[in-house]
C-alpha cells in the first residue's frame, strides 16, 4: 500500500518516531526519490511516496476524502493511546466501545484518518 506524503524524512520521523513503526526500507532512486517502507510491529508495511506533480500533491492527506483510511490494530489500546497521545499524535475523538472493540480516531502528519483498534477477544 502506498501512501503520498510530503517529504520523506517528515513522515519517516512520524511513522517511526510517534507510531512506533520499523523503518523496513529506505532505498535512495533517481530523481531524488526514495523507496521508503515503514510498518507497525504486526502487519502490513507501507510504501511512502513522496508526491510527483500538483495533482498528488493535492491529495496528501486527503486520499479518502476525509474517511476513516486506515486500521492500527493494537492488544492494549491503552498503552498505545497513552503513548501516542505523548508523542503528539492528535486524536480527534475520546476513545470509546464499540460491538466490535476499542476503537479512537486519529490523524497522521498529513491529516489522513486512522483508527486505533482493540478487537473485543472472542469469548
Known amino acids: 500500500m ?10 519517516i520521523a512520524f511513522y517511526v518516531g510517534a507510531l512506533g513503526f520499523s ?3 529506505n532505498t535512495p532512486l533517481d530523481d531524488g526519490k526514495r523507496w521508503v517502507r515503514v510498518g507497525p510491529p504486526l502487519g502490513t508495511a507501507l510504501l511512502l511516496a513522496r508526491a510527483d506533480g500538483p495533482e498528488q500533491t493535492a491529495r496528501i492527506g486527503d486520499q479518502t476524502g476525509g474517511r476513516v483510511f486506515l486500521f492500527l ?3 492494549d489500546f491503552a498503552r498505545d493511546h497513552a503513548l501516542f497521545s505523548a508523542r503528539g499524535v492528535r ?19 498529513y491529516g489522513n484518518r486512522w483508527d486505533l483498534i482493540e478487537p473485543k477477544r472472542a469469548g
Open 2 to 11: 502506498a501512501l503520498l506524503v510530503a517529504d520523506y524524512d517528515d513522515a
Open 23 to 25: 523503518l523496513l526500507e
Open 73 to 75: 490494530e493494537t492488544d
Open 91 to 109: 486524536f480527534l475523538e475520546a476513545p470509546r466501545s464499540e460491538a466490535y472493540g476499542t476503537v479512537a480516531v486519529f490523524e497522521d502528519l
